[in-house]
Nanobody, 127 residues
Framework: QVQLVESGGGLVEAGASLRLACAAS????????MGWFRQAPGKERDFVAA????????SYADSVRGRFTISRDNAKNTAYLQMNSLKPEDTAVYYC????????????????????WGQGTQVTVSS
């Protein structure tokens, strides 16, 4: 089993930056794809970004491409989401996810592509 814990959320003004971290325990995630999703009140959980376990492949939602960067440090069993130029529409609970079914270069972009989930961290961007 893998336990994922997100951190780094908070309340910021539009244009600010935040860095989310997803720390894994219980099992190494060095061979798992990692993803970030977000869910605003009353909406579905949406894909934000993902990275393959090799780190060689990344994918981003159109709404965050160019502003957000996903990365991972397998030595620390941790994934990150650097969020720059934040907008009010980025307000949501952000979840990290992990899954071991993918090859070194594959990544999933759907919630059902991931078996392990964190509890989420709130990001609120004021205008």
């Amino acid at each position: 089993q893998v336990q994922l814990v997100e951190s780094g959320g908070g309340l910021v003004e539009a244009g600010a930056s935040l860095r989310l971290a997803c720390a894994a325990s219980g099992r190494t995630v060095s061979r798992s794809a990692m993803g970030w999703f977000r869910q605003a009140p009353g909406k579905e959980r949406d894909f934000v970004a993902a990275i393959s376990w090799s780190g060689g492949s990344t994918s981003y939602a159109d709404s965050v491409r160019g502003r957000f960067t996903i990365s991972r440090d397998n030595a620390k069993n941790t994934a990150y989401l650097q969020m720059n130029s934040l907008k009010p529409e980025d307000t949501a609970v952000y979840y990290c996810a992990a899954d071991f079914r993918w090859s070194s270069w594959e990544i999933g972009e759907r919630p059902k592509d991931y078996d392990y989930w964190g509890q989420g961290t709130q990001v609120t961007v004021s205008s």
